[in-house]
């Protein structure tokens, strides 16, 4: 059992490797345009979850985590030289739908038709309103 911390120092090392494998040496089209969000390891070093997202947004996600999977045991024995661990932890790949999320509350705020002149009476009637 490792230590938060370290757990952390762990998954952050992962992260930057396996960003700099998907964009530097791996070929396959299917991850091409997939980036990971977050990298999370289980306090045994048995399991490294990789939290995947794309620009193209959930309809290639099928797609991007098959590529991934079958990917994975080459990235584990890439990262396994890389981040020297006397076992390193299985790969396991899903979708994170949080930048979909995120642009989709962003859409929704900037629907909201508050004008300029909206804000600044809001702003007049709440300092007005603190005297």
Do not use: C
């Not at 490792?2 to 089209?29: G, N, Y």
């Not at 705020?109 to 300029?116: K, P, R």
Request: proline share 4%; glycine share 4%.
């Amino acid at each position: 059992m490792v230590s938060k911390l370290r757990a952390q120092r762990i998954a952050d090392r992962i992260h930057e490797e396996l960003s700099t494998l998907l964009l530097m040496e791996v070929a396959d089209p299917r991850i091409a345009s997939a980036h990971i969000t977050k990298v999370r390891v289980d306090s045994e070093l048995a399991f490294v979850n990789v939290y995947v997202s794309s620009p193209e947004g959930s309809q290639r996600a099928v797609i991007i985590l098959k590529g991934l999977n079958h990917a994975s045991g080459y990235l584990r024995s890439e990262l396994a030289r890389r981040v020297q661990l006397r076992h390193f932890p299985r790969l396991r790949f899903y979708w994170d739908p949080s930048p979909e999320h995120a642009d989709r509350i962003d859409r929704l705020i900037a629907s909201l038709d508050i004008g300029e002149d909206d804000l600044e009476a809001s702003n007049n009637s709440e300092s007005t309103s603190d005297d």
